[in-house]
């Protein structure tokens, strides 16, 4: 077993195995089901990738822009910009002229965004 994720491929290996140890814990009714060899390297495995992905936020430059920040929480999500906009209560036409810079966010906009999206107030005041 590797003692350090160096690579995006290692983290990519590791959260692999990770996501096979919880499907079969889910699939058998926790991780009590799970034998000690395999609740060990469980907790291996999720060390290793809490490291790599505490070192990796460190080095990745944090987006500065309003459009940056919503498109990271529409991939963080696993979403499309149709279902933020139904998420956020607004037309998909108003998101996209938003997000395009065609037309400049309300505070109905910015409000959905801090209650639903948790995205700080502090930074959504300073970006607009």
């Known amino acids: 077993m590797i003692t350090k994720i160096r690579t995006e491929a290692q983290y990519g290996e590791v959260m692999k195995l990770i996501e096979k140890y919880l499907a079969k814990a889910t699939k058998a ?29 460190s080095i990745m430059p944090l987006p500065l822009t309003l459009k940056a920040v919503v498109k990271n929480k529409i991939d963080e999500m696993n979403i499309n910009q149709a279902k933020l906009a139904e998420i956020l209560g607004l037309g998909t036409a108003k998101l996209s002229q938003i997000l395009n810079g065609k037309r400049q966010p309300d505070v109905p906009f910015l409000k959905a965004l801090h209650s639903k999206l948790g995205i700080s107030g502090d930074f959504l005041l300073e970006s607009v």
Do not use: C, I
């Open 29 to 57: 009714g926790g991780f009590s089901e799970l034998n000690k060899t395999e609740r060990e390297d469980l907790q291996k495995l999720s060390l290793l990738a809490e490291d790599y992905e505490d070192n990796m936020v």
